[in-house]
T-cell receptor, first 109, second 114 residues
Framework: QKEVEQDPGPLSVPEGAIVSLNCTYS??????FMWYRQYSRKGPELLMY????GNKEDGRFTAQVDKSSKYISLFIRDSQPSDSATYLC?????????FGKGTTLSVSS | EPEVTQTPSHQVTQMGQEVILRCVPI?????FYWYRQILGQKVEFLVS????????KSEIFDDQFSVERPDGSNFTLKIRSTKLEDSAMYFC????????????FGSGTQLSVL
């Protein structure tokens, strides 16, 4: 079974807040885990990807993968209004990306 | 930054008509993909294409769908006889070996089947 489930939104936070976005996946064969950001009327844009369990940091963004519990997280520190978008988690199976439904984040100033 | 270009941005068609969605990949990208997103639903994989042949396709990609690179640069998705349920945003994505797992998505073509 190839499924990625994502916490439903929308999520609204004030500027400067720490945001936590989460997904679970069902297939142990998934190797790569990604976070995409999608603005309205645009295609998804890759934020981060990781292959292994553990944390990966890039500026204000931290991706976390726990393969034992099949759990994927994205943390955004010091959130900004420009972070307002839909965030999609994805896992790779073969050549295909399997996406979660997305969490819409709104950061208010 | 280089972009994947999709045309048209919006396509309206009658049920049963053929449509062709076009994608201009980033120069030197060799792996091509089509995804679609029905309003309010997940982004879904349709097909991957490399070296002039389909690498993988999903259950959605049935005999009504086809892909090709007619002139060695553009990448097209054809739907032979559109159905109401084909209404969706269709995204082209490309990558090359150097970009590892990073897919570059176009802005999409919104297909409306009436």
């Amino acid at each position: 079974q190839k499924e990625v489930e994502q916490d439903p939104g929308p999520l609204s936070v004030p500027e400067g807040a720490i945001v936590s976005l989460n997904c679970t996946y069902s297939n142990s064969a998934f190797q790569y885990f990604m976070w995409y950001r999608q603005y309205s009327r645009k295609g998804p844009e890759l934020l981060m990807y990781t292959y292994s369990s553990g944390n990966k940091e890039d500026g204000r963004f931290t991706a976390q993968v726990d393969k034992s519990s099949k759990y994927i997280s994205l943390f955004i520190r010091d959130s900004q209004p420009s972070d307002s978008a839909t965030y999609l988690c994805a896992s790779k199976a073969g050549t295909a990306l399997i996406f979660g439904k997305g969490t819409t984040l709104s950061v208010s100033s | 930054e280089p972009e994947v270009t999709q045309t048209p941005s919006h396509q309206v068609t009658q049920m049963g008509q053929e449509v062709i969605l076009r994608c201009v990949p980033i120069s030197n990208h060799l792996y091509f993909y089509w995804y679609r997103q029905i309003l309010g639903q997940k982004v879904e994989f349709l097909v991957s294409f490399y070296n002039n042949e389909i690498s993988e396709k999903s259950e959605i990609f049935d005999d009504q769908f086809s892909v090709e690179r007619p002139d060695g640069s553009n990448f097209t998705l054809k739907i032979r006889s559109t159905k109401l349920e084909d209404s969706a945003m269709y995204f082209c994505a490309t990558k090359t070996v150097a970009t590892n797992e990073k897919l570059f998505f176009g802005s999409g073509t919104q297909l409306s089947v009436l």
